[in-house]
């Protein structure tokens, strides 16, 4: 799935929340494995932002990946990720709140995939 905000929650245990439509395949995925990745993407990496913002069946297929500590699927090329266990879900609304404890990370470095008011930017230094 393709979000367009995830927030940082606490420092310590460091912890991520994101919001997901209850009647997101994706959601039920997390609920089941207890496990998620949030991938941060690079400037050059619209396609793939497209592609996991479609739904549709197994999305990882032809996409390189590996799969990580956690047994989440983890991209290849991105600018950062962090591998969460599943902390809580908690009720909101049509959606549900997702929190997630890091267990993994990884920061290659790169120059980000922004997406704001309806398109992508690029974001000058």
Do not use: W
Not at 46 to 55: M, T, V
């Amino acid at each position: 799935m393709t979000m367009s905000a995830v927030t940082s929650l606490s420092l310590d245990p460091l912890q991520f929340l994101v919001c997901m439509d209850k009647r997101a395949k994706t959601l039920a995925a997390i609920a089941h494995s207890k496990a998620f990745c949030i991938h941060f993407l690079n400037e050059n990496q619209r396609d793939l932002s497209n592609h996991f913002a479609r739904p549709g069946g197994d999305r990882f297929t032809g996409i390189p990946h590996r799969i990580g500590e956690t047994g989440a699927p983890i991209l290849e090329d991105v600018i950062a990720l962090v591998e969460c266990r599943l902390f809580e879900l908690h009720p909101g609304g049509d959606h549900s709140i997702v929190i997630g404890d890091a267990i993994a990370g990884a920061v290659p470095g790169g120059q980000p995939l922004a997406y704001f008011h309806g398109g992508y930017r690029k974001i000058e230094s």
